[in-house]
């Protein structure tokens, strides 16, 4: 069947084999866990999706209501990717940090040092100064950062595994709302790029992978679509597409038409 | 009396002892602590004192980013 070679044909691209911190993953899609409204929407997500990543958040226990979260995600055979949500310090996200390594045998670590709390934009000066103190600790640090391209190097600088830079604000779906700031990261990075928030569906990620991203984080798009694990196959398929439309190579934008068809040969009626 | 998690509570002599209160054992999984800021590690659960007026944090995985 047509349609269903087609669709194989973008979740193989969107799983071409992306070389990560010192790992091997499967999938350029990266899924965040917030939002889903059950452990069940999430495992049909993880696997609908392809992921190999999956992001999770460190609060403290209840000790009455424990335990499914990881057994769900080790069930689905993903690594964890732990993440500082909620940190607004340098401090507090190091420490967070320390727990997360502590708690999943992981030294991974989706750095966030939220500076707004309307926004939920990155505190600049705390990322840089977080970034720094981890990787000096042996953390493989992803840090979610503004779409900023000269903090985008600072962070390479001081030895972050990727950047992260957002598309727009978390959870607010409204895609990549800079562009051309997009595509300066990823012509100069010698890291991984990882659009990491504002993605609201599969176009937004085909973007991503077309202005030149490595992979896609993506959460709410998926956790919050009405049917989350059609979003997820919908959010690889455009994963996939956009590194194939990266590699075709796409055509110039012109102000003006460009005929398809020769004028030669055209009967004089 | 120590706090743990924001609340206080009669004191256990040692971190070990706290989380056994707690149904932790030292192979409970996705799980981490904090004591006056600083992680514990999971080796040390057992012998580690704790003072009056400790503040302990018990974190572990939620869905979230």
Known sequence: ?????????????AGDGFGLGGRELRSRLILGTGGFASLELLAGAIEASGTGLVTVALRRIDPGARGSLVDVLD???????????????????????????????TDLVKLEVIGDE???????????????????????????????PVL?????????????????????????????????????????????????????????????????????????????AAMARAIAGAVGAGVLA???????????????????????? | MILVNGQTRSGAETLGALLGELGLGPEARGVAVAVDGEVVPRSEWKVRPLADGARVEVVGAIQGG
């Open chain 1, 1 to 13: 069947m047509r349609s269903r070679e087609g669709e194989l044909g973008l979740a193989a691209a």
């Open chain 1, 75 to 105: 069930a689905a055979g993903v690594e964890l990717l732990p993440n500082t949500a909620g940190c607004h310090t340098a401090r507090d996200a190091v420490l967070t940090a320390r727990l997360a390594r502590e708690a999943f045998g």
């Open chain 1, 118 to 148: 309307r926004t939920l934009l990155p505190d600049a000066p705390e990322l840089l100064a977080a970034a720094e103190e981890l990787v000096a600790e042996g953390f493989v640090v992803l840090p979610y950062t503004n779409d900023d």
């Open chain 1, 152 to 228: 985008a190097r600072r962070l390479e600088a001081v030895g972050c595994a990727a950047v992260m830079p957002l598309g727009s604000p978390i959870g607010s779906g409204m895609g990549i709302c800079n562009p051309y700031n997009i595509s300066l990261i990823c012509e100069a990075a010698g890291v991984p790029v990882i659009l990491d928030a504002g993605i609201g569906t599969a176009s937004d990620a085909a973007l991503a992978m077309e202005l030149g991203c490595d992979g896609v984080l993506c959460a709410s798009a998926i956790s919050r679509a009405r049917d989350p």
């Open chain 1, 246 to 269: 990266r590699g075709a190579g796409r055509i110039p934008r012109r102000p003006q038409a460009m005929a398809s068809t020769t004028s030669a040969g055209r009967p004089e009626l």
